[in-house]
């Protein structure tokens, strides 16, 4: 069974840093598509960061603040969020997907999420 749990998810003032874990299980994370992903109530979800085979890849709205990577020995995925600003208010993500997937911002896995605020 694939688990994906995710954690350290706060409130955060802006221009402060944060940084969300990924514990996965049940899948082989060093040739899988591994992303963060995040969504706001009422809006559609948007990819934020993805990483394979130890290449990352992100979007316009974050590249430059955070840096995705992975700790292959924990089976972690982990996403550093530096500068945030409270667009980056979110609901974050953890997703798996296979390799072919990843150039589509597609997964096949999910976790449950963890809520990342950014208030003054």
């Known amino acids: 069974e694939v688990q994906l749990v995710e954690s350290g998810g706060d409130l955060v003032q802006p221009g402060g840093s944060l940084r969300l874990s990924c514990a996965a299980s049940?899948?082989?994370?060093?040739?899988?598509?591994m992303a963060w992903y995040r969504q706001v109530s009422g809006r559609e979800r948007e990819g934020v960061a993805r990483i394979l085979l130890g290449m990352p890849a992100y979007s316009e709205a974050v590249k430059g603040r955070f840096t995705i990577s992975q700790d292959k020995d924990k089976n972690t995925l982990y996403l550093h969020m530096n500068n945030l600003l409270p667009e980056d208010t979110a609901m974050y993500y953890c997703?798996?997907?296979?390799?072919?997937?990843?150039?589509?911002?597609?997964?096949?896995?999910w976790g449950q999420g963890t809520q990342v605020t950014v208030d003054s």
């Open positions: 997703a798996a997907g296979e390799a072919w997937r990843c150039g589509h911002w597609e997964a096949s896995y």
């Open positions: 049940g899948l082989p994370t060093e040739t899988y598509c």
